[in-house]
């Protein structure tokens, strides 16, 4: 089979399209034809050997997938042959197979597409349960979300106007801007051309409610500045390549809070009811997520650095023939 390879650590243009041989399940796993497959940015660091988890190469990596289960391992129920399927893992995604435990699968709704159920699955998780669990975002909540065009940005935009706030959208473009607006951010900040901490002060007088934070650097401490008292700044990660150094002075003076958000740390109930409304919201296709690329195996290297770039807008992913 063909797969994107990573043979030595470095920049995306170290990946290599090869031949190997094709994966064989093993205990509790099953073989699955990958139709598409999500790139993310901890694929770019794990290649980069960036990450906080280092894969020894060569490896395969992509981490979000879904297609068509082809094999099924002795002794395994509750996955079929012939069943559409998402996973994610660490690597093996970008390869036309994977395989993957059946624990780290979820069947696609009846009538979604492969396409937006590999587009799906991380993004709209990671933004849904920081929003309803960590930022306890409730209706009528002023919410900023930083990196606004980015996969978990854009998710984060959609999800947090379902749940009934007034988004304002951080952005580096005016592209992205409109693809947030067309998700129902209400304000639009580019934070390449604008004064970020004056438009937000213009635009949430009172402050926001709660921030959105998938991207780190330098708009970190500019978006906390906007919080209101009592508000609520939810780290998710550092797309920008640099991890903020907040004034904890900002901290005591405006009585705001700060919290990370990971999925070990969501109680196993609140995760399972979230998981259960998310799978309705893709079932019913009042979330679609937002393709913004979608190129074929051989241009892995092209998706790679679009997302390394900073320049996807929503989520990039590559097909397979």
Known sequence: MRAAVCPAYGPPEVVRIESVPPPTPGTD???????????????????????????????????????????????????????????????????EEIVANTRSLSPV??????????????????????????????????VIVLGAGGGVGLAAVQL?????????????????????????????????????????????PEGAHAVIDPVGGDLSETALRALR????????????????????????VKGVQILGFQFQDLPEDEFASGEAELRELLASGRVVPHIGAALPLDDTVAALRLVADGRAVGKVLIEMA
């Open 109 to 142: 709704p009846a009538g979604v597409d492969a396409r937006v159920a590999a587009a799906f699955g991380v993004a709209h998780r990671t933004a849904f349960h920081t929003l309803r669990s960590v930022a306890r975002v409730r209706p009528g909540d002023d």
């Open 229 to 252: 008292r009592g508000g609520r700044f939810v780290t998710i990660g550092y797309a920008s390549g640099t991890i903020p150094r907040i004034p904890l002075n900002l901290v005591l």
């Open 29 to 95: 796993q099953v073989r699955i034809r990958v139709a598409a497959a999500a790139v993310n940015f901890p694929d770019v660091l794990l290649i980069a050997d960036k990450y906080q988890i280092s894969v020894p190469p060569p490896f395969v990596p992509g981490s979000e997938f879904a297609g068509v289960v082809e094999e099924v391992a002795d002794g395994v129920a509750g996955v079929a042959v012939g069943d559409l399927v998402t996973g994610t893992g660490l690597v093996g995604a970008f390869a």
């Open 160 to 204: 947090a106007v379902l749940l009934g706030a007034t988004v304002t959208a951080v952005a580096s473009s005016p592209e992205k801007l409109t693809v947030a607006a067309s998700y129902g951010a209400r304000h639009l900040v580019d934070h390449r051309a604008d004064d970020v901490r004056g438009a937000l002060r213009s635009v949430l």
